[in-house]
């Protein structure tokens, strides 16, 4: 059984935010399909595909996508799950959508209800799938969404500054890094191009007040890369920043920032403060 090991840290160049965060999950005929609509639904940098569901992992047995929504408030979070999901999941062939996120959610969001409009009154609620199901009539048939969606509060931006003595073995490992990640059952996602990032995009911002930006950025002399992710909770993020951190060992990769940043507002009281500790899961 891992343990939770507290580690104290410095204001590091990271910055990481406090999230609201979904988790949903989009079902078809094929993978091919129900990723078409997931690529579709996601088209912004706080969300993404976080990996494919087995046909044992649904609800109705088919093949599926696992995905993350993050924005920062709840209700910009609401907007976008209907606005989005209404034109990527339900004019997708074959999609259906589900909540995966009910385990661990401190709110819910009657995205179902949101739905039944584009029904015309034809919608029901009904029980299938041992789940609360809304079907909405549509050319092949019936479209089906879950009533109910779980909200948490997530953390987005978790970034992973490493070093070493060439640029091309840095990217290398990144890559590995990155497979890693996306190959454990973590409930991460990496929404950059590429899964990995050019250290210091935050450079600019430190001059512009209104972003909010704590920490003064210093450029690295040495060859250097980032991996940024998102991630449902402070758990998930520790699970992941674990991983990498036993990858750099005895790669000649360094390891420098390991934080969740300095400006971590409401993640753990609703004054914000600076983040003084990290938590590490250790077995």
């Not at 940098?45 to 088919?62: K, N």
């Not at 696992?66 to 989005?84: D, E, I, P, S």
């Not at 479209?143 to 109910?148: A, S």
């Not at 909770?233 to 036993?246: E, R, Y």
Request: hydrophobic share 40%; aromatic share 10%; net charge positive.
């Amino acid at each position: 059984m891992a343990e939770a090991k507290v580690v104290p840290v410095s204001a590091s160049y990271c910055e990481a935010i406090t999230s609201w965060c979904t988790r949903l999950l989009i079902t078809a005929k094929s993978y091919e399909w129900a990723e078409n609509s997931a690529v579709e639904l996601c088209g912004f940098s706080e969300s993404a595909i976080e990996r494919r569901a087995s046909e044992t992992e649904t609800p109705d047995g088919r093949p599926g996508v696992f995905v993350q929504l993050h924005n920062y408030t709840r209700a910009a979070l609401k907007g976008m799950m209907l606005a989005r999901a209404s034109q990527t999941v339900l004019t997708c062939p074959t999609t259906r959508l589900f909540n995966a996120i009910s385990e661990d959610s401190e709110k819910r969001y009657k995205l179902g209800k949101g739905f039944s409009m584009f029904g015309e009154g034809y919608q029901k609620l009904e029980k299938k799938w041992d789940r609360d199901m809304y079907s909405v009539p549509v050319m092949e048939g019936l479209f089906w969404l879950e009533e109910k969606y779980g909200l948490r509060r997530g953390v987005v931006g978790v970034g992973l500054i490493f070093t070493g003595k060439e640029q091309k073995d840095l990217v290398q490992f990144a890559a590995k890094a990155t497979e890693k990640l996306k190959a454990e059952p973590l409930k991460i996602i990496l929404p950059h191009p590429g899964k990995s990032v050019r250290f210091g995009e935050a450079l600019a911002a430190t001059r512009l007040s209104n972003l909010g930006v704590s920490a003064k950025f210093d450029p690295l002399k040495e060859p250097n890369a980032e991996i940024v992710f998102n991630a449902i909770s402070p758990v998930q993020a520790a699970c992941a920043i674990s991983t990498v951190k036993d990858m750099a060992k005895g790669a000649g990769v360094k390891l420098l920032g390991r934080t969740y940043g300095n400006c971590l507002r409401g993640m753990y009281d609703d004054e914000g403060y600076a983040l003084r500790e990290l938590i590490y899961l250790e077995s």
